[in-house]
């Protein structure tokens, strides 16, 4: 029974993060990569280790806030986590976004179809989305981009991502080029030359050690993939942002 009175008595905070304008212009598998970014990188700051969900609606994304004890609490640092999601936004996703922190709501009283327009745009019970959020695709897929990112310095296979997440590794390709229109390789080298263009940019490292840093042992193999993505060699690319 004191259970039930716990159950009863919590409540919903929902914060929806919205793109209000990109930097850049972008074609649409990009923009649906950095959606799934910005959505990994508001659970991560936004709900962090609150109890909670993280899902993309349309045009960004929701974070609810669940098992709080009190209406519209005072959360330690939440602001100050709005403030750090805007800057990674801006600096890293090529995006300016607004976050609305909205009104809490009962458990007990949550609408069994469409939620406020400002929080969702399809009917569905928000209690059952957060339960299976972590079984959804969005969410392996979310995994499958972190783990590319925290191992892209590594010699990445596709049979140790595929382990990480748990598919079968001729899946994996399928199901990443379906949500992507990217193939796996693609992406990593993409990411990679990323990664060597923040190194052109902000450091005064050789070429040939960014180039080591990143797995290649070819200098001309290294330039085709740069000028490919980029449309300049790594010493063009250089010259240019200076």
């Known amino acids: 029974m004191d259970n039930g009175r716990s159950v009863d008595s919590s409540w919903i905070l929902p914060i ?4 209000r304008r990109w930097h850049i212009p972008l074609p649409d598998r990009d923009r649906n990569l950095l959606e799934y ?6 659970d991560e ?33 939440l602001e100050h986590r709005c403030r750090q ?17 909205g009104q809490s ?28 959020v972590c079984y959804s695709d969005d969410t392996s897929l979310r995994r499958i981009l972190t783990y ?23 899946y994996l390709s399928r199901f990443f080029r379906k949500k992507t229109g990217w193939s796996l390789s693609e992406y990593i080298v993409r990411q990679r030359i ?9 450091s005064e490292l050789r070429i040939s050690h960014i180039m080591s840093q990143l797995g290649y042992d070819n200098l001309s193999h290294f330039t085709r993939s740069f000028k490919k993505v980029t449309g300049y060699t790594p010493l063009q690319y250089r010259k240019k942002i200076q």
């Open 16 to 19: 929806r993060i919205s793109v």
């Open 37 to 42: 970014a910005l959505c990994n990188v508001s």
């Open 45 to 77: 700051l936004i709900r962090h280790s609150l109890s909670g969900a993280t899902v993309r609606v349309r045009h960004g994304t929701a974070v609810f806030l669940f098992g709080l004890s009190e209406p519209n609490p005072m959360i330690p640092g």
């Open 85 to 101: 999601l805007r800057k990674v936004a801006h600096t890293s996703l090529y995006a300016d976004v607004e976050i609305e922190i």
């Open 105 to 132: 709501m009962s458990m007990r009283e949550l609408p069994q179809e469409k939620m406020d327009g400002s929080f969702a745009e399809q009917r569905h019970d928000p209690v059952l989305s957060m339960k299976q």
């Open 148 to 170: 590319i990112e925290e191992h892209l310095l590594d010699q990445l296979t596709r049979e140790d991502i595929a382990h990480y997440v748990h598919f079968h590794p001729s």
């Open 194 to 202: 990323e990664y060597a263009k923040e190194m052109l940019e902000q």
